[in-house]
């Protein structure tokens, strides 16, 4: 009775396959004949992947969890676009990186990523359009801002048209499946930060901790030396074939990384979206308060704000705040009005869709 009743699940799953190959087809050539009508235009839309995504998580009736839907029709989506272009993406490398990952959960499998060796490099082939779009990473739960990319969105031509929030777990990784013997550790400056405490209690003192570019090159550097460790992710131990030492050594239990998508387009407005500036002030008592009175006065919600020295003038500062809401939508636009009475400098970098966790 029981292999009765499993051939009838297979058979039911067998016919149900077929249906679904049937509407992915389907799927694909609305896909492509969007591509014709657009004609060589944008055909990457971020908004639009946003409120398909939203709504696709809204619709689900389950059992499938929405974080799974959402990922599934993600890489349908990458695939679809690839048939009209693959999109090629700058990210922090090399492979094996957590911007790669970002860069992934944010396009999916088909567009072609590409590795770079610092931040500005990444920066560069998007400001001359050899690629279409650079994945960032601007701050940490645990750690705060990243400073190089902020410096950077001072003077990019580029937009932000999307963010990306990962979990990040650190392992500590190893050529030989060992703890002894170690005598340097390599990763990020953040991921030295964010492991400290779990390294002060597990690692003797005389282990030399050493800051590369990222932790994917940390594991690669561990993967050429049997006496060096690595901290890094999943990706980077499958990557360079490294053993997990240890699991999840973050200090903090919620370690998140949030990542900026950047292009050369606008982005329209969904139901959800954020707006990045930046805006300068001198170092004078009350500058702060005069920059956010327009804000408050309009209603506008705050989700971030942040302080770097500005390089135009000793002392002074540029400040980036990210707002809820879209910088067409009135509230924001009266905002940014008033803002530009109080300041020489603002400088909208990007209106988008907030992450679709």
């Known amino acids: ?147 190089r990319t902020l410096d950077l969105m001072v003077s990019t031509p580029l937009k932000i048209c999307g963010e990306v929030v990962l979990r990040i777990h650190h392992h500590l990784l190893r050529k030989t499946p060992a703890m002894e013997g170690i005598r340097r550790v390599y990763a990020h400056a953040q991921a030295l930060a964010q492991c400290h405490e779990w390294l002060n209690k597990n690692l003797p003192a005389h282990v030399e901790r050493i800051s590369v570019a990222s932790n994917a090159e940390a594991a690669r550097l561990a993967a050429e030396d049997a006496n060096c460790a690595a901290i890094a992710g999943q990706a980077a131990a499958e990557r360079y074939s490294l053993a997990k030492l240890a699991e999840n050594i973050e200090d903090e239990p919620n370690n998140t990384t949030r990542f900026l998508v950047l292009g050369h387009q606008e982005v329209g407005q969904t139901a959800q979206d954020k707006t990045s500036i930046i805006v300068s002030a001198p170092n004078r008592p009350g500058a702060v308060h005069s920059l956010l009175e327009p804000l408050a006065a309009n209603g506008v919600s705050m989700t971030k704000f942040e302080s770097r020295p500005s390089r135009a003038g000793l002392w002074d500062y540029v400040f980036f705040i990210d707002m809820e809401g879209h910088h067409s939508s009135d509230n924001i636009a009266q905002a940014l009005k008033g803002l530009g009475e109080r300041t020489s400098f603002v400088k909208v970098l990007g209106a988008y869709p907030q992450a679709v966790l």
């Not at 060589?40 to 969890?65: C, F, M, S, T």
């Open 1 to 147: 009775m029981s292999e009765d009743l499993l051939k009838l699940h297979r058979d039911a799953i067998d016919q149900i396959d077929v249906d679904i190959l049937h509407l992915l087809n389907q799927r694909a050539q609305h896909a492509r004949d969007i591509g014709e009508i657009k004609g060589g235009g944008i055909i990457y839309r971020p908004e639009r992947e946003a409120q398909v995504l939203r709504r696709i998580k809204a619709l689900n009736p389950g059992p499938l969890p929405g974080e799974s839907v959402a990922r599934l029709f993600r890489e349908i989506m990458s695939e679809c676009l690839a048939l009209e272009k693959p999109l090629s993406i700058a990210y922090l490398g090399p492979e094996g990186s957590f911007t790669q990952l970002a860069t992934l959960k944010h396009f999916g499998h088909a567009a072609r990523t590409v590795a770079c060796a610092s931040i500005d490099e990444a920066f560069r082939l998007v400001e001359s359009r050899q690629l279409d779009y650079v994945v960032a990473p601007v701050e940490n739960s645990t750690e705060g801002a990243v400073g």
